[in-house]
């Protein structure tokens, strides 16, 4: 072994003695979410009551531990109560009261809560749990076929009915398509042990041993990766994660994110180690090239390419940049990574820095986002403390220093030379490129800027190798991608799913669909420079080629749903009022160009429109985008004529009725109150946000025009029908 | 106002501006100076900004042109309470407008306002990534999620009250 590694080791050896001296041999670890979003939710109460009952519990070998967030947005603040051998329970939107519940229950007498279960609205508990999943690329039918194949088994076995749960889930991406030689993948619970086989005596083998006798059935056990292992052994039990495949967000919801020790233990810096001892910078380059991993802020430009291109110039002042300027509306997966995993991202950093011979590197972060920048700064401050940032790193030689900037609430600046600029404390304004940052980028220097999502993913190529990594995904998109999933959805929250995975699986088979009585309309990709895409085109496969055929783009992975009460005029005009206010203004079509499509579309949004107004939107929208400056102007005529596209009716109906469909226009809609109807029970009066329904009790009421905000709670409340929409 | 007897930032920033100073590219901390001023003043005063220009060596016009393009600075004093509605996809999509309206009509300000009291400000943001609890409001750093329109004037009652039982 080499001297870096055995420096490394060292330090590691170090870190991990002091993380088990402060274990102190726990068994029991609770473990609570605590990003902004679960901060939100209530999860530092819960952490504090969790704290006050073990406090008084005098019970010294559990431990509480908090993490960044799962991703299960909407059932959040989510507690895990992790015991050796038992299920890894988890338990929904818990509250102060019931954490006395939890504590009391299962803490301490190792009954789980049932009502509370993540995900199971089931009052039976399960002996077991099993998850049939793809081996290789995204199939479904598989791991469904073996499902039904396995239950029917049961029963003609003999296993008592209700005592084992099934699931099929996603894909584990272990193999490329075919070499998987047709096994399937089964993860039972509590155990932990994944089998692959392919027959269905292999499978009545697996029965007897483990489901009848007890015994794990050691010569069909696979050699699934510990990686992917580690995030399924905890969570593969609840649907909504078992069908994602998590690299990027590999540590999120498992390690301390102010715990370096943590980052380490689960195989973190493991990477840079190897490539400082080895001290081969065009081999990791050309490594990353192989792996295929595209840029994931949205453009989709070659990673490696990028990196290669920053080599050629002789001048030897070269940076790294992260761009975790997530600006995007509804796009909150890298706030979610730098709040949960940020060692990651310096990991990848240090990597990609040595990679192109750069010494310094930036965090340009949003302000918007503090609990990110706070566990930044501590992440930066551990690292340098055992030497894997700062001067001669590992005793290597080489050096690299990290330091984080603020944005200031510009969406601009997600673009590659307005960050620049803004790094230097200047106005965000973009300039016209070639040169290229890598070319002349921070200073003058070559510059290579990635973003967050990309920097995470380096370290995971570099450990497991470009082949590995390229197995998963599509020809062209190779890797996962995370998708932020909100808007009108049951289960919104984030999800990491290979590249080629549908839409319809995302929405329906993690998302849960739409909510009840609804239906899907189209789901919105790529934010403000991206575009809706129909119910109809639901089949669609999410990678950066077939999103860009149906006039959307992969963007940075947020994805709202919208249904059949949302306004597809109203959604193009909220995206374009972003984009106009955002408009830096440095160049004519972005800020005029823009302003213009605006007045248009609120011209039709108040029921003043013609019918050349839909011509005159699609023209400009083409101007805009074949003359602005950058990216911004470039893509921001996008989400209208999109929805010019494929929803050029309702366009029409707001022209020609004046009606709004989904009377979400609130120029087109109008309450009034049916005199008839009205039996003056005064709820409605009661219950309007601006008290502008007026009327004495038992005398019909009537609503003050010039003042209602049109909300609709009069509507939604009255009892008998007497409010009417218009 | 040029004389230096004028100045009036805390000596806090002061010392951060000087330690700025001293390492290479000293005007690219120009941002990371107004975010703390920011949050010492609750807002970039023209006196600070003046004062920002001639301690780093920087043009004035330099730190105004930062100071009103980025749309996290704020020229004006806030409210003693800062509502704030957030504004992304998944908000606007859940009815974070008539949210934003009806605190409007309540406070009987328009966005970007202070009341006459001093008491609340009203403003946009961004969004603030929760999207999941959508729709989101922040009320100085407390974050309100799935908010409805009955408890807006709920929110300003109760922060009323307690304003009030704080004061006396």
């Not at chain 1, 995900?119 to 039904?148: C, G, H, I, M, Q």
């Not at chain 1, 673009?415 to 600029?421: C, K, N, R, V």
């Not at chain 1, 366009?651 to 609130?666: A, E, G, M, N």
């Not at chain 1, 019909?700 to 409010?723: M, T, Y």
């Amino acid at each position: 072994m080499g001297k870096i590694l055995d420096q490394f080791n060292h330090i590691k050896q170090q870190l991990l003695q002091k993380r088990e001296q402060y274990l102190a041999g726990s068994k029991t670890v609770i473990q609570i979410g605590s990003a902004t979003c679960e901060n939100a939710a209530g999860a530092q109460q819960v952490r504090a009551e969790f704290e006050k009952l073990l406090k008084a519990s005098g019970r010294k070998d559990i431990h509480i531990k908090q993490v960044g967030c799962t991703g299960r947005c909407s059932q959040e603040p989510i507690v895990g109560v992790f015991v050796p051998d038992k299920f890894p329970f988890k338990y929904e939107r818990v509250t102060v009261p019931k954490v006395q519940e939890i504590f009391q229950q299962h803490v301490l007498q190792g009954q789980p809560v049932v009502d509370l279960i993540l995900d199971k609205k089931t009052s039976n508990l399960y002996n077991r749990l099993v998850t049939f999943s793809s081996l290789s690329t995204a199939t479904t039918e598989l791991p469904t076929k073996w499902e039904n194949i396995f239950n029917e088994r049961l029963k003609t076995r003999g296993v008592a009915e209700g005592s084992v749960r099934s699931f099929h889930g996603g894909c584990l991406g272990l193999y490329s398509a075919g070499e998987e030689g047709g096994r399937v993948g089964m993860l039972v619970f509590p155990e932990k042990v994944m089998y692959a086989f392919s027959t269905e005596k292999e499978l009545d083998k697996i029965i007897s041993s483990h489901f009848i006798e007890g015994k794990v059935y050691k010569p069909l056990l696979a050699d699934i990766d510990p990686l992917i292992n580690r995030f399924f052994s905890l969570y593969g039990d609840v649907a909504f994660f078992n069908k994602q495949t998590r690299l990027t967000l590999r540590n999120s919801g498992i390690i301390d994110p102010e715990s370096l020790a943590d980052y380490i233990a689960n195989d973190g810096f493991e990477a840079l180690a190897l490539v400082l001892e080895k001290n081969d910078p065009q081999a990791i380059i050309d490594e990353i090239s192989k792996s295929g991993l595209r840029g994931r802020g949205g453009g989709g430009y070659p990673t490696g390419r990028k990196w290669n291109d920053a080599i050629t110039s002789s001048d030897p002042v070269r940076f790294v940049i992260c761009n975790a300027d997530e600006g995007d509306p509804g796009a909150f997966m890298d706030r979610s990574t730098l709040e949960g995993d940020p060692y990651s991202i310096i990991h990848g950093m240090a990597i990609g820095a040595l990679a192109i011979g750069a010494q310094k590197g930036y965090l340009y972060v949003r302000a918007e986002y503090p609990l990110a920048i706070k566990r930044l700064e501590n992440a930066i401050e551990q690292c340098c403390q055992v030497n894997l940032l700062g001067e001669n790193i590992l005793g290597s030689g080489y050096n690299f220093d990290l330091e984080i900037r603020l944005g200031a609430g510009a969406f601009v600046c997600g673009e590659e030379t307005a960050l620049m600029y803004s790094i230097e404390g200047k106005r965000g304004q973009p300039r016209l490129r070639p040169p290229y940052p890598t070319q002349s980028g921070l200073w003058g220097h070559p510059t290579v800027i990635n973003n967050v999502e990309t920097w995470a993913n380096v370290p995971v190529i570099v450990r497991h190798g470009a082949d590995w990594f390229a197995r998963i995904g599509t020809e062209k998109s190779k890797g996962t991608k995370v998708f932020a999933l909100a808007g009108k959805i049951k289960n919104s929250g984030l999800v990491e799913v290979p590249m080629g995975t549908t839409l319809r699986e995302i929405i329906y088979d993690i998302g849960g669909g739409v909510e009840a009585g609804r239906t899907l309309k189209a789901v919105q990709t790529g934010g403000p420079s991206g575009g809706c895409i129909p119910a109809g085109l639901i089949d669609t496969p999410v990678d950066y080629d077939s999103l860009t055929q149906v006039g959307s783009i992969m963007g940075s992975g947020g994805m709202i749903v919208l249904d059949d009460e949302d306004c597809m005029v109203a959604t193009a005009k909220f995206f374009l009022e972003f984009t106009q206010d955002e408009s830096c203004g440095k160049c004519v079509p972005c800020r005029e160009g823009t302003l213009r499509m605006l007045e248009i579309l609120e011209r039709i949004t108040a029921g003043h429109g013609t019918m050349e107004d839909l011509d005159k939107l699609e023209r400009l929208g083409r101007l805009i985008k074949k003359t602005s400056l950058c990216g911004l102007g470039q893509t921001a005529p996008n989400p209208v004529l999109n929805a010019l596209k494929y929803f050029r009716e309702e366009f029409i109906t707001h022209i020609q009725d004046k009606r709004c469909p989904t009377q979400k226009c609130s120029k087109l809609t109008r309450f009034e109150i049916d005199p008839e109807k009205c039996i003056g029970c005064t709820l409605c009066a009661r219950r309007c946000p601006v008290t502008c329904i007026k009327g004495t009790a038992r005398k019909p009421h009537e609503i003050d025009q010039a003042r209602c905000i049109k909300c609709g709670e009069c509507f939604n409340v009255c009892k008998f029908e007497a409010v009417l929409k218009k | 106002m040029t004389t230096k007897t004028e100045y009036t930032l805390h000596p806090d920033i002061v010392s951060f501006i000087e330690t700025c100073l001293q390492k290479e590219h000293s005007e690219s901390y120009l941002m990371d100076i107004l975010h703390k001023i920011q949050d010492k003043y609750g807002y970039l005063s023209e006196e600070h900004m003046y004062e920002v220009a001639q301690r780093l060596q920087v043009p004035a016009s330099t730190v105004s042109g930062v100071s009103t393009f980025y749309h996290f600075f704020r020229l004006q004093p806030r409210g003693k309470y800062a509502i704030s509605v957030c504004m992304g996809t998944a908000c606007f999509v859940k009815g974070a407008d008539k949210v934003l309206n009806a605190f409007q009509t309540e406070l009987g300000i328009g966005l970007g306002e202070t009341t006459k009291d001093g008491m609340f400000s009203l403003e946009n943001t961004r969004c603030l990534g929760v999207c999941g609890l959508a729709p989101v409001v922040t009320i100085n750093e407390q974050v309100y999620s799935r908010v409805t329109l009955q408890q807006v004037s709920e929110l300003i009652n109760r922060i009323l009250n307690k304003d009030v039982e704080k004061t006396t």
